[in-house]
Structures are given as structure tokens and as C-alpha cells.
């Protein structure tokens, strides 16, 4: 079946430090991936949506300089949290598509101090 | 219009019962519509997704029931077991299953009590 491998599953960072987050497909070609970040208890918010060699598109609300995403290739996206704050601690989970529909990554548990 | 809206927030349920959660939509281009189950610290995975064009689909102990002229869909979870204690997720999107961004609802914590 379809696998998204996604790393770190956690990561606790400095206040002001950047954070990169890496999201691969491993059997699949990734045409599409979404990034999403869940607070506790909360549902999935999409952040944004990128396709391999294009510029990601961010959804309302979300700061594109603060979520950097890079989706060189099709197998691999990356989400950087710069100048991370307290309030930017969550859970972010990507998630892939392509011919086998949508398969999510484990998540990445950021923490900020 | 964009969105979808689950219910209920939480549900316990006794082991072999049924748990049902339902989930309403506005947006008639919707046109794919899955379940996702989730644990602690986990990302979600898929359970059952079903199309417009079918009312009902069935896989194993899990059945999703689509009424296209309400905008609603629901998840019946039969035999429930304490290993199906998790958040289920509807969501929807536009795209067939594999292109456009899926809208999720807000959740739903099951807890089945041994």
C-alpha cells in the first residue's frame, strides 16, 4: 500500500529557531501534497496544498512566510516553521496524492519553548 | 459552504454495540467522502470512503450510509470493540478522491467501555 514517512515525529525548539518538517512518499509519486496542523482535541486545518515544482497555495489566514513549504520533487515536501513562537506549538501532518488517493504522514509533534 | 459538520462530539458506546456518527455538507460538488480514524499522536487513517452516486458501501464491520438529497453521510461501526476507542474524522472534497483539498469535520471521540 501507499506509505508517507514523515519527519521528526516530535521536535522541541528555542523560541525565535527555525523548524523543517519533511513529508515522502515512498511507493508513490506524490502529484499533491496538504499540509495540516491540529491543535489538541481539534480537527484537521488545512494549511496549504502544493504541487511538485510550483509555489504552494496557503489557505486564508495562514502566514506563507512563516510556513515555508518546498515540494521539489515528487516525492518529497518539506514544511519550515521560521522564527518559531510558543504559539506554534502543534501537531502538523502532511498528507500525499496520487493515483492511490490521499495517504497521511504520522505527524510531527512541534513544540515550542 | 465549504464545510462539514459532524456529529456527535463524543460517544460512548458498550462492546458489541453499534456507534453511529453523522456528518452533514452544503456543498453539492462535493463528490468524495471518506472516514478517517485516528489515535493519540497518530496521523489518520483511512477507514471507508463512499461517492455520490452509491447509497450505501460496506467493509468488514464498518458502513457508510449516503443520502445524496439530505447532504448527509454516516459511519455505523457494528460490533464495536475497545481497540475502536479513537477520534473518526468525516471529511469531503472536490476532485474524485485524489486531487482537491479534503474539509474536514470536527471530529468525534469514541470510547468503547469493555
Known amino acids: 500500500g501507499a506509505v508517507v514517512s514523515q519527519h521528526p515525529s516530535w521536535v522541541i525548539c528555542k523560541s525565535g529557531t527555525s523548524v523543517k518538517i519533511e513529508c515522502r512518499s515512498l511507493?508513490?509519486?506524490?502529484?499533491?501534497m496538504f499540509w495540516y496542523r491540529q491543535f489538541p482535541k481539534q480537527s484537521l486545518m488545512l494549511m496549504a496544498t502544493?504541487?511538485?515544482?510550483?509555489?504552494?497555495?496557503?489557505e486564508q489566514g495562514v502566514e506563507k512566510d512563516k510556513f515555508l513549504i518546498n515540494h521539489a520533487s515528487l516525492t518529497l515536501s518539506t514544511l519550515t516553521v521560521t522564527s518559531a513562537h510558543p504559539e506554534d506549538s502543534s501537531f502538523y501532518i502532511c498528507?500525499?496524492?496520487?493515483?492511490?488517493?490521499?495517504?497521511f504522514g504520522s505527524g510531527t509533534r512541534l513544540t515550542v519553548v | 459552504q465549504q464545510q462539514v459538520k459532524q456529529s456527535p462530539q463524543s460517544l460512548i458506546v458498550q462492546k458489541g454495540g453499534i456507534s453511529i456518527i453523522n456528518c452533514a455538507y452544503e456543498?453539492?460538488?462535493?463528490?468524495?467522502f471518506p472516514w478517517y480514524q485516528q489515535f493519540p499522536g497518530k496521523g489518520p487513517a483511512l477507514l471507508i470512503a463512499?461517492?455520490?452516486?452509491?447509497s450505501e458501501k460496506k467493509e468488514g464491520r464498518f458502513t457508510i450510509s449516503f443520502n445524496k438529497s439530505a447532504k448527509q453521510f454516516s459511519l455505523h461501526i457494528m460490533d464495536s470493540q475497545p481497540g475502536d476507542s479513537a477520534t473518526y474524522f468525516c471529511?469531503?472534497?472536490?476532485?474524485?478522491?485524489?486531487?482537491?483539498?479534503?474539509?474536514f469535520g470536527q471530529g468525534t471521540t469514541l470510547q468503547v467501555k469493555p
Open positions: 498528507s500525499a496524492t496520487g493515483r492511490v488517493g490521499y495517504t
Open positions: 511507493d508513490f509519486q506524490a502529484t499533491t
Open positions: 502544493s504541487n511538485e515544482g510550483s509555489k504552494a497555495t496557503y
Open positions: 456543498n453539492t460538488a462535493f463528490d468524495y
Open positions: 463512499i461517492r455520490p452516486d452509491v
Open positions: 471529511a469531503a472534497s472536490i476532485g474524485s478522491g485524489n486531487t482537491g483539498k479534503l474539509i
